[in-house]
């Protein structure tokens, strides 16, 4: 499979019209104040210009995206700036759902070889109570009760919930979330980035 039919994930493109008559001078020169920041470098060459950040500061605008290169085209309409931007950030955000599902199915997978011994601990333990004595029922508390809580033994000691130690819930509740997480910021860093950028090159115009 090509990667540019992946690379999407962490790659982010698009135009931006330019003022009519603006040059690539003029237009990397009001970009500056975006691209001039610490551990930012740059490198022109006629109508692009290429950056590279490493340990961008945190209030780089900019900061989420570790390469980038900036064209000045000539399009239908006239001049237009191209952006190709890199992120590797969105790229580990969206392995991680695939990370936990990982461990999802790795959970799963230790539950089922595990269930035998549980089983037969789970019925020697049953047999063991058939064979004692059998005491009164203690009532539940009302506040448990209406909580949802599960009734407790006839000793009046909670259930056993070792049952959940092979839950993969946590997992997928974990995956979710970073899904979450990338869905919201692949979108919002796409218009963000366009954002920032027209502001620059349209202001003062």
Same mark, same amino acid.
């Not at 909670?158 to 959940?164: A, E, I, L, N, S």
């Not at 963000?192 to 115009?205: I, Q, S």
């Given at each position: 499979?090509?990667?540019?039919?992946?690379?999407?994930?962490?790659?982010?493109?698009?135009?931006?019209?330019?003022?009519?008559?603006?040059?690539?001078?003029?237009?990397?020169?009001?970009? &500056?104040?975006?691209?001039?920041?610490? @551990?930012?470098? &740059?490198?022109? @060459? @006629?109508?692009?210009?290429?950056?590279?950040?490493?340990?961008? #500061?945190?209030?780089?605008?900019? #900061?989420?995206?570790?390469?980038?290169?900036?064209?000045?085209?000539?399009?239908?309409? =006239?001049?237009?700036?191209?952006?190709?931007?890199?992120?590797?950030?969105?790229?580990?955000?969206?392995?991680?759902?695939?990370?936990?599902? =990982?461990?999802? &199915?790795?959970?799963?997978?230790?539950?089922?070889?595990?269930?035998?011994?549980?089983?037969?601990?789970?019925?020697?333990?049953?047999?063991?109570?058939?064979? #004692?004595?059998?005491?009164?029922?203690?009532?539940?508390?009302?506040?448990?009760?209406?909580?949802?809580?599960?009734?407790?033994?006839?000793? =009046?000691?909670?259930?056993?919930?070792?049952?959940?130690?092979?839950?993969?819930?946590?997992?997928?509740?974990?995956?979710?979330?970073?899904?979450?997480?990338?869905?919201? =910021?692949?979108?919002?860093? #796409?218009?963000?980035?366009?954002?920032?950028?027209?502001?620059?090159?349209?202001?003062?115009?």
């Amino acid at each position: 499979m090509p990667l540019r039919l992946l690379d999407w994930i962490w790659h982010i493109r698009g135009t931006v019209d330019l003022p009519a008559g603006q040059t690539s001078d003029e237009t990397f020169a009001r970009l &500056q104040p975006l691209l001039r920041q610490p @551990g930012t470098s &740059q490198q022109r @060459g @006629g109508d692009d210009l290429r950056f590279h950040k490493k340990d961008p #500061a945190s209030q780089d605008a900019m #900061a989420v995206f570790e390469n980038g290169l900036l064209q000045v085209e000539q399009g239908p309409a =006239g001049p237009v700036l191209r952006y190709h931007l890199i992120s590797r950030a969105l790229l580990l955000c969206f392995l991680a759902p695939l990370l936990f599902l =990982g461990f999802a &199915q790795l959970t799963i997978a230790v539950g089922e070889w595990q269930k035998p011994a549980a089983e037969a601990a789970a019925k020697a333990k049953a047999d063991k109570k058939k064979d #004692a004595k059998k005491d009164q029922v203690m009532p539940m508390n009302p506040i448990d009760k209406a909580l949802g809580a599960p009734a407790p033994d006839k000793d =009046g000691k909670k259930p056993d919930r070792k049952g959940d130690k092979y839950s993969p819930t946590s997992a997928y509740v974990f995956a979710s979330l970073f899904a979450l997480l990338y869905a919201i =910021g692949r979108i919002l860093e #796409a218009r963000l980035v366009k954002m920032r950028l027209r502001k620059r090159l349209w202001d003062e115009v």
